[in-house]
């Protein structure tokens, strides 16, 4: 079976938006969607990158793309206000459901709290606790649990040290996407994804 490996961050528009989408592409196809959590944050720093925002003309168009992309799509999108947010918690907890096997409802949950619901963390200095203790219940983990294994020592080295493989292997961006070793990097390079399955 085939398998596309995909680069994400709970920050990243365009990982919301590539998701639904890159999971349609390997049912129709019948490969396999493995989701793969990084810190974009580090991504960046350590590739050389910087976030659109950080550029304000291309941050400004950005945000009319992201919807233009949302509106293609058919999805719901509420933009987070201010963005970008914080997501170092978010992204170790999703480590640490990814151990326990219960990723996929942590990326659901947390991607429509995020982007559909208006729910992210407020900002880059915000407290994550409150959202993914929301996350937790929906998925039906215990919230203090979820919040205690994200503030381990293990948890967030195990953050850290697939931030760094990903950046490794090629990433500098999210969503990037791997069918075998050849990537791609960008919501809207997804044909070529489906071209490479096919």
Request: with cysteine; charged share 30%; net charge negative.
């Amino acid at each position: 079976m085939k398998t596309v490996e995909f680069y994400y961050d709970l920050v990243s528009p365009y990982s919301y938006l590539a998701r639904g989408r890159v999971a349609g592409i390997c049912e129709s196809v019948g490969a396999e969607l493995v989701m793969r959590p990084a810190f974009l944050g580090g991504v960046h720093k350590l590739s050389g990158n910087q976030a659109p925002v950080a550029v304000p003309l291309k941050g400004r168009h950005a945000v009319k793309d992201i919807h233009r992309w949302a509106r293609y799509y058919g999805l719901a999108m509420r933009f987070p206000e201010p963005f970008p947010f914080r997501t170092m918690t978010t992204m170790r907890a999703a480590v640490y459901c990814e151990e326990i096997g219960r990723l996929d409802e942590f990326n659901r949950e947390a991607f429509r709290l995020y982007w559909e619901e208006g729910g992210a963390p407020e900002g880059l200095e915000a407290d994550e606790s409150g959202p993914l203790k929301e996350v937790a219940r929906r998925v039906g983990l215990d919230p203090e649990e979820l919040l205690d294994a994200a503030g381990t020592d293990r948890v967030k080295v195990r953050l850290k040290e697939k931030t760094e493989a990903a950046v490794e292997r090629g990433v500098f961006g999210m969503p990037t996407f791997f069918v075998g070793e050849e990537m791609f990097w960008g919501n809207d390079r997804l044909h070529f994804v489906q071209e490479a399955l096919r």
